[in-house]
């Protein structure tokens, strides 16, 4: 791995996500995503962020014969034992529909506490990503951004839980920050900075 990347899987079908991934990787990369070989995603059967990256990770790589590499991201919630976590996409269902995982979120704490939107409700954005050549791993890292969940949604920008999550010290939601303020300070620029070496 001491030859510099050329050409990259990125093992995602989520289109924010693909976006957010192509924006942080070094340009000459050239980039493909499973849409490319009309590939779906795998069962995601890990109980962890990282083996659920892996998991993908190495079946795209395997299936295309390129070295891939995929996130694997939610939202932990504490006043919701840690959950939607790694079940942060599939509160979505199969359409992708985050408005509806959001009004979940709300329906979940409201069962929790009726007066939540009084009270910090914290929350953590996590981001494992892996990098995997066939069926060897090349590197597996965890990237997180402690913050607080908006008692309202807020913003169209970013995608997924966004709109709801403030980040510690700030007052905007991911949902209202432009993606380079976004990028400064998330979970995903977060664990990419710990494999820039390896790309």
């Avoid at 790694?86 to 979120?105: L, P």
């Amino acid at each position: 791995m001491n030859k510099k990347i050329k050409k990259l899987l990125i093992g995602t079908n989520n289109k924010g996500k693909l976006r957010e991934i192509r924006d942080l990787l070094p340009k000459y990369i050239k980039t493909y995503s499973p849409a490319d070989f009309n590939l779906n995603s795998p069962k995601e059967s890990g109980n962890t962020f990282k083996k659920n990256s892996l998991i993908k990770s190495k079946y795209f790589s395997k299936k295309t014969k390129l070295i891939c590499l995929a996130d694997d991201s939610g939202l932990e919630v504490d006043l919701l034992n840690k959950k939607p976590g790694i079940y942060s996409a599939r509160w979505a269902g199969k359409n992708v529909n985050f408005k509806s995982a959001i009004k979940k979120v709300f329906k979940e704490l409201d069962k929790k506490d009726k007066n939540w939107k009084r009270i910090k409700v914290k929350a953590r954005f996590i981001c494992a990503l892996s990098i995997s050549y066939l069926n060897k791993k090349i590197v597996s890292v965890e990237g997180k951004v402690e913050g607080k969940i908006s008692p309202i949604v807020k913003g169209k920008n970013g995608f997924g839980y966004d709109p709801i999550f403030i980040p510690n010290n700030k007052k905007k939601t991911f949902g209202e920050m432009l993606s380079i303020e976004k990028y400064k300070i998330d979970h995903r620029s977060k664990a990419f900075k710990k494999i820039k070496k390896f790309l």
